[in-house]
């Protein structure tokens, strides 16, 4: 098939009506290859609602939204659309308490191979490969034997973030990452990112400004379901529009 959109993810004229409430109006937005973009927007913006879009927990009420060009997210369902390399990490994370922080990641690795209902602990020479990779990613290196019940919040949120990267996702997508943590992990969480979308694109739903202005990519302010403003972080912060709509609230 050719593909219709250049882009990696293609959001056209996307609307979400919940009993005659519009949580997206008529929403556009693209994502390149290897990009990272942070959204921003006050409480009910619709940031959820547009996440839930792409990976088919919320089917749209109208408009396009296409993956690789080729893609309708908009008829597919959420483990076809996982298949397909999108991954979402929401704020809670959800490691396996009592498992070893390799062994959370073992898990992940194998559960790729779909072999994850008759999991053995062997593990072969390119997964404690792609497990050391993962761990020196995601800044775990010296907590590997530990339970991950003992890593901190962000430590946590790291070890989450290493088992998603396990399914070589193409898009990831991340709910905000920093809530709760300290200033140290929110810098280290944005260099992290960073260093994910030198090869992935990462879409980061994110309230902390701090947090934003460390990931230093192009920032997209949503309002009532809508892009209100697009642009870098100092200018969408000199908008008018987007400073009425912030103080307002
Ligand atoms: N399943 C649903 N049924 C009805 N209304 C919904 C549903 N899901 C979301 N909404 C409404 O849609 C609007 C957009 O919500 P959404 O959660 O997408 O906003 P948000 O930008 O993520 O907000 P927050 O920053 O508070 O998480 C809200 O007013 C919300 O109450």
New binding site residues.
């Given amino acids: 098939m050719e593909p219709i959109a250049q882009s990696l993810l293609y959001l056209d004229n996307i609307s979400v009506v919940?009993?005659g409430?519009r949580?997206l109006n008529k929403l556009s937005l693209t994502i390149e290859e290897a990009e990272m973009r942070a959204i921003i927007?006050p409480?009910?913006?619709?940031?959820?609602?547009?996440m839930d879009v792409i990976t088919g927990k919320t089917r749209p009420t109208a408009g396009e939204a296409l993956f690789a060009g080729v893609h309708d997210l908009t008829t597919m369902d959420e483990a076809d659309i996982a298949q397909l390399g999108i991954g979402r990490k929401f704020q809670t994370p959800t490691v396996f308490d009592m498992h070893t922080v390799e062994d959370n990641l073992l898990l992940a690795v194998k559960s790729d191979r779909r072999a994850f209902a008759n999991i053995s602990w062997r593990r072969t020479s390119h997964e404690k490969a792609r497990i050391g990779e993962l761990l020196e990613r995601i800044r775990l290196k010296d907590q590997r034997h530990r339970k991950a019940a003992e890593l901190s919040h962000g430590q946590k949120q790291w070890l989450e973030i290493g088992m998603l990267l396990a399914q070589e996702p193409r898009l990831l997508l991340v709910d905000e990452p920093a809530a709760g943590m300290t200033d140290q992990e929110t810098a280290d969480t944005a260099d992290l990112l960073r260093d994910i979308a030198r090869t992935r694109s990462v879409v980061v739903v994110e309230?902390d400004m701090q947090f934003v202005r460390d990931l230093d990519v192009k920032v997209t302010v949503?309002h009532e379901g809508s892009v209100l403003a697009e642009g870098s972080l100092d200018q969408v912060s000199a908008n008018e529009r987007v400073i009425e709509v912030y103080l307002g609230r």
């Fill in positions: 919940f009993d409430f949580a927007g409480n009910g913006a619709g940031k959820t609602t547009m309230h949503l």
